[in-house]
């Protein structure tokens, strides 16, 4: 079945380090790829996404891209800042049960902290 | 554009007693889900719905949780009786269109329920 393996937390780096979660994942078909972010308190928000391989997903210096041949989406920063301590939650959606479902997959989560 | 919304946002009942959860999902998203978050975890689809039709609830414990969602639009999940391990958020997301893999879930504040 589909599944998603990211690196445990946490991960720890100061200010203005450059960040990789590693994100692996298994998928019969042809998957989208998300990335979402958890800040303390608040709820799960799409940080990026990509559709189809070789895509590059980004957003608030954010990147991933998705590699097919390594079934990897590996999500990178150059440069972290302390607003960027959260859980991040790799996910794929594929279809299932005759494409009536596109439920999300998630990965574990991995905590980052970072400090100034 | 108002986002997800959910109520109550925190919930602590003793074992065997009944609860409910409410989500409203985005004007005019076709799809809702429940995902069930453990502690540690990543969160786990318990339900999915299309309109007011159930398209997935494979992994729903049918014999405690039922949810509705009548007339397409808000819903409903409840647990009776609630156990220990039913401890977690609860999580409500939306989407435009579901059956797409390329459709992005947009997630409300969740629900933690403690289970006491």
């Known amino acids: 079945g589909n599944s998603v393996t990211q690196m445990e937390g946490p991960v720890t780096l100061s200010e203005e380090a450059f960040l990789t979660i590693n994100c692996t994942y298994t998928?019969?078909?042809?998957?989208?790829l998300f990335w979402y972010v958890q800040y303390p308190g608040e709820g799960l928000q799409l940080l990026l996404k990509?559709?189809?391989?070789?895509d590059k997903g980004s957003n608030k210096g954010f990147e991933a891209t998705y590699r097919k041949e390594t079934t990897s989406f590996h999500l990178e920063k150059g440069s972290v800042q302390v607003s960027d301590s959260a859980v991040y939650f790799c996910?794929?959606?594929?279809?299932?049960?005759?494409?009536?479902?596109?439920?999300?997959?998630f990965g574990t989560g991995t905590l980052l902290a970072v400090q100034p | 554009e108002a986002g997800v919304a959910q109520s109550p946002r925190y919930k602590i009942i003793e074992k065997r007693q009944s609860v409910a959860f409410w989500c409203n999902p985005i004007?005019?998203?076709?799809?809702l889900y429940w995902y069930q978050q453990i502690l540690g975890q990543g969160p786990k689809l318990l339900i999915q719905?299309?309109?007011?039709?159930?398209?997935?609830d494979s992994q729903l414990p049918k014999d405690r949780f039922s949810a509705e969602r009548l007339k397409g639009v808000d819903s409903t999940l409840k647990i009776q009786p609630a156990k220990l391990e039913d401890s977690a958020v609860y999580l409500c997301?939306?989407?435009?269109?579901?059956?797409?893999?390329?459709?992005?879930?947009?997630f409300g504040p969740g629900t933690r329920l403690t289970v006491l």
């Open positions: 996910a794929l959606s594929g279809l299932n049960y005759g494409g009536a479902t596109n439920k999300l997959i």
């Open positions: 997301a939306s989407s435009l269109l579901g059956r797409q893999v390329t459709d992005t879930q947009y």
């Open positions: 004007s005019g998203h076709a799809t």
């Open positions: 719905f299309q309109n007011n039709g159930v398209v997935d």
């Open positions: 990509a559709t189809k391989a070789d």
């Open positions: 998928a019969t078909g042809y998957p989208s």
